[in-house]
């Protein structure tokens, strides 16, 4: 990489910064005891549009800096307790007083126009605390199973357009966490706690090339001096019950901000598997599979935010998380003749695990800013610790005869360091942005099997143990040009990345060394026609690498017939995609069409003789696809409010199979209705339908399902105290059943059953002075772009 390009680059925009900008200078202090009023907000406004163009914060002495007016622009001052004010751009804001209000009023939220929905260069942002469809909440997860794109399996996986994996921000940053780590943390936050959910589905150069799609979370932003915190506790209950509990407590002085979150979670959920599988003109076998999970979840997250001066800030947070499950898994293995006449065989298995997780992140930031010049340093750290010991115990079933016995113990670990820089310089109307990034994680794993031999004695089996390590290196930059012409506004980057990765199956003397280079480009415009109208267009190039497990070239047991192995020549996927996005008011439509050369997937082989049942991984040709989704809000009567998500998907790939072509075009479509009632008395009452058509892919067939969810809200003691109480899944009909298409092939079919269907009993209670917190005091130039 010549790294001399990004320091001439950086060099540049130090030489911009210097350069003489318009600048409007003010102060802000209390009309009646005329002391300096700290963290008052001011926003620049469009007033064609209503969009917010600028948002800054006052200091300790009141005062704060514009720059770049427009003559088409107004401002609103604001600060809760007192009155707001309004001023037209050319008038002079050298000293500006605010009254006292003469009650305590709500906290005011300038979102440019009354909307819980608005546009951001084509993504959609929903505003979340306050906004009606989310209040019976109990969770972010579960508001974000309402956002119009995004879906939530019963795992808790996020996906977006039916089918990407987002990366999720916080205020505009990456979080380097594991996926349960994640999980948690968003269990952690209510509604209450959140500002807004952006989601990019097309992200520019300006991110990771592996950022398909992003989830940006914005928290609520601390407006006071002092300190406050919240509880949070949610309970699960069917057969078994689960609970969650989340304490935040947050302390703001003049330059110091201070976070500390806390969570504990514990309880018991199950998960049931049945299926049946079958080669033509062979025998019949019959899986089942019982799970239930005994686990505790706990998680500690320290912050501090340094407000060093005007121009500078840094910030540190450290966490750890930590899991521990006990897991007991039991199944059965009946088959019989191909037409069921006479029994071949009938077992039982059991498979307790111990698992447990630790994970150790430190995150460091540091920003510059000085009229439109803005550097930040953004440096993450994260270690995972997993260990897992498994049983395997299969008897027959009629006379209790142990069949085989094996023991497994399984240690991984996985370290990942990124430290990146990103630049900015605006230029009158114009942005040019650069940024260089380093990435570097290395996972191990070592698994060993026992198995027990004829002599009632452990011995090692070499054929299924397993030590496996990967590296990867990452060293990427980028650069982009925005420039507004009028109402028409262009986004313009490019972005390298020289991937080496190694990847090493020490058990087979087998290393997979890789370096390549690729460059991946994107453009996007937006044009607004007025406030009510705008029209946005995106293009992007990005590349999804196989992970860790995808690699590994050994077995990972589902029961002891059935298990899938990874593949260390799996080659990288690249995507190609376009979308377009309108919005009419609250309205929003968009469509999204692509296509994936070398899609990574798994398929299945089934063995007639030994009834063993593997998923092998393997890269396709290509995949196709394209979505077009729609969300609406009606308001049926003032207290009665419809928000209608309707989304259509196409998916078309080439996969090659056990010598055959199967190349299949499927198509389905999704509905989702959020109803929401206010009632007397401050009640607040969710009724949620999610239906899904039959879907699948060139092999599979995926049937429909659907799901109802019921929900109540009030608040208590002028929203200090916040009760839920709802019912997921009512019917218990969101269970995923699977089955083969190619019948002359193989008969195989899948049920995956999860406890889903749940009540739920929530509570939260803030207290303290303050008002929630973000990260940072200083709001970054996308949100102030928001509109």
Known sequence: MNIKLWIFLLMLFLAFSGKAQQTVKGRILNSETKKEIFLAEISVLNKSDQRIIQKVYTDSLGSFQLHHLAPNSYFIIQKKDYETKEFEAAEQLSLIHLKPASQNISEVVIRGAARSIKLNEGNIVMSVSGNKDFKTSANLLEVLRKTPGVSIDQEGTIFLGGRITPAVFIDGKPIVMSAQELQAYLQSLSPEMVESIEVNGNPSSKYDAEFKGIIDIKLKRNGNLGWKGNYNGNTYVNKFSYRENALNIYYNSKKTAYSLQANYNNGISTYRYNALQRLANTNVMRTSTNQEDEGKVSGIQLGADFRINDKNRVGMNVRGNFRRSERTRSGSLYTTN??????????????????????????????????????????????????????????????????????????????????????????????????????????????????????????????????????????????????????????????????????????????????????????????????????????????????????????????????????????????????????????????????????????????????????????????????????????????????????????????????????????????????????????????FANYESKTGNSLYIIKPRYTVDLSIQKSWFDNTLNTKIGYNNIFDSYNQQLEFRHKQIMDNRLVHWWDSSRLILSIGYSFGSSKYQTKELQKTEEENRAR
Request: hydrophobic share 30%; no cysteine; aromatic share 16%.
């Open 338 to 687: 191909q037409y069921g006449s006479q029994e071949i065989f009938n077992t039982e298995s059991e498979n307790p695990i111990d698992y447990s997780q630790e994970n150790y992140g430190l995150t460091s930031d540091y920003s510059f800013q000085n009229k439109g010049f803005k550097l930040n340093f953004l440096g993450n750290y994260l270690t995972v610790k997993n260990r897992q010991k498994d049983d395997f115990i299969n008897r027959d079933r009629s006379t209790t005869q142990l069949l085989s016995y094996w023991k497994s113990d399984m240690r991984n670990d996985i370290a990942i360091q990124t430290a990146q820089i990103d630049v900015s310089q605006k230029i009158e109307s114009a942005d040019i942005e650069a940024g260089i990034k380093y990435s570097s994680s290395d996972t191990n794993n070592n698994i060993r099997y026992d198995t027990l031999s004829v002599n009632d004695h452990f011995v090692v089996d070499p054929e299924r143990s397993n030590m496996f390590s990967y590296k990867e290196k990452i060293w990427a930059g980028y650069l982009s040009y925005r420039q507004n012409f009028g109402k028409l506004q262009v986004n313009a980057g490019l972005r390298f990345e020289n991937t080496h990765s190694t990847s090493d199956a020490v058990t087979k003397d087998s290393v997979v060394s890789r370096n390549y280079l690729e460059w991946l480009p994107s453009l996007s415009t937006s044009y607004i026609f007025n406030k009510s109208n705008e029209l946005s267009l995106s293009y992007s190039r990005k590349i999804t690498r196989p992970v860790f497990s995808q690699l590994n070239p050994f077995r990972v047991y589902y029961s002891p017939l059935n298990y899938w192995i990874g593949n260390p020549y799996l080659q990288p996927s690249f995507t190609s995609q376009i979308k377009l996005t309108y919005r009419y008011k609250s309205w929003v439509t968009s469509f999204t069409a692509g296509k994936e050369k070398d899609a990574m997937t798994r398929y299945p082989i089934y063995n007639p003789e030994t009834n063993v049942l593997e998923y092998l991984g393997a890269n396709l040709p290509y995949r196709k696809f394209a979505s077009i989704e729609t969300s609406f809000p009606v308001k049926l009567t003032k207290w009665w409010n419809v928000t209608t998500q309707l989304a259509g998907y196409y998916n078309d790939e080439y996969r090659p199979y056990l010598d055959e072509v199967f190349a299949l075009k499927v198509y389905n479509y999704e509905v989702r209705v959020n109803q929401v009632f206010s009632l007397p008395k401050v009640y607040t009452v969710n009724i």
